[in-house]
T-cell receptor, first 112, second 111 residues
Framework: DAGVIQSPRHEVTEMGQEVTLRCKPI?????LFWYRQTMMRGLELLIY????????DSGMPEDRFSAKMPNASFSTLKIQPSEPRDSAVYFC??????????FGQGTRLTVV | SQELEQSPQSLIVQEGKNLTINCTSS?????LYWYKQKYGEGLIFLMM?????EEKSHEKITAKLDEKKQQSSLHITASQPSHAGIYLC???????????FGTGTKLQVIP
C-alpha cells in the first residue's frame, strides 16, 4: 500500500476563497482522522470518522470548516471562507481498530 | 480532556551523546504512542506502550511507561544526525479511537 495520500501538498490561497483538502486512507483502515498543526497550538485533532461516519467533530474550529467521507477510500476537509489564521499544516491519518495511526505527508496551507 | 506535556521543548546534543525526552500526562495513560516527525513531513510511528512498567526498544531508541501510567520517557543512546526531528507523544482517549498529542520536543544532533 502507498500509505495515506494527501493532496495537494501545498496550497496558497487568498482570504475568502474556498479550500478543499483531500485524503485517501490506507485500504482496510476503518478510522480516518484530520489534524491541524501550528507552531502555537501543536497538533490538534479536528475530526475523526469510523466506517465513513463522523464520530467526533469537537475539534473543528468553527462553521467555516467541514469534513466529509463519502466512501471508505476518500475524505475531504473544506474551509469556506478561508482566513489567514487557518494557515497551518493539515494532516490526514488512518488506522485499524486498536492499532497506531498512519499519517499522510500533510498539506501546507497558506492563506494570504 | 487529557493534556500531555513534553520536556524539554527543544534539545541540542553532540553526536554520540545519550538523551531523554519526557512526556507527562494529567490523567492515567491507557495507550501511549511515540512518533517522530521530520520537518515538512508526516509523523512516523515509533512505539506504543500500554502496560505500567512496560519498556520497548527499536534500534537505539527505548521507550518506557512508568508504573503509575502517567509518565513516559524516550531515551536515545549514542545519538546520530538521523535522529534529528520532532518527537511527539500521543495518548489514547479511553473508549474512543482517537489520540491527543503532546507539544513536541525538537531534537537537533550536531555532528
Amino acid at each position: 500500500d502507498a500509505g495515506v495520500i494527501q493532496s495537494p501538498r501545498h496550497e496558497v490561497t487568498e482570504m475568502g476563497q474556498e479550500v478543499t483538502l483531500r485524503c485517501k486512507p490506507i485500504s482496510g483502515h476503518d478510522y480516518l482522522f484530520w489534524y491541524r498543526q501550528t507552531m502555537m497550538r501543536g497538533l490538534e485533532l479536528l475530526i475523526y470518522f469510523n466506517n465513513n461516519v463522523p464520530i467526533d467533530d469537537s475539534g473543528m474550529p468553527e462553521d467555516r470548516f467541514s469534513a466529509k467521507m463519502p466512501n471508505a477510500s476518500f475524505s475531504t476537509l473544506k474551509i469556506q471562507p478561508s482566513e489567514p489564521r487557518d494557515s497551518a499544516v493539515y494532516f490526514c491519518a488512518s488506522a485499524a481498530l486498536g492499532t497506531e495511526a498512519f499519517f499522510g505527508q500533510g498539506t501546507r496551507l497558506t492563506v494570504v | 480532556s487529557q493534556e500531555l506535556e513534553q520536556s524539554p521543548q527543544s534539545l541540542i546534543v553532540q553526536e554520540g551523546k545519550n538523551l531523554t525526552i519526557n512526556c507527562t500526562s494529567s490523567k492515567t495513560l491507557y495507550g501511549l504512542y511515540w512518533y517522530k516527525q521530520k520537518y515538512g513531513e508526516g509523523l512516523i510511528f515509533l512505539m506504543m506502550l500500554q502496560k505500567g512498567g512496560e519498556e520497548k526498544s527499536h534500534e537505539k531508541i527505548t521507550a518506557k511507561l512508568d508504573e503509575k501510567k502517567q509518565q513516559s520517557s524516550l531515551h536515545i543512546t549514542a545519538s546520530q544526525p538521523s535522529h534529528a526531528g520532532i518527537y511527539l507523544c500521543g495518548a489514547d482517549d479511553p473508549g474512543y479511537q482517537k489520540v491527543t498529542f503532546g507539544t513536541g520536543t525538537k531534537l537537533q544532533v550536531i555532528p
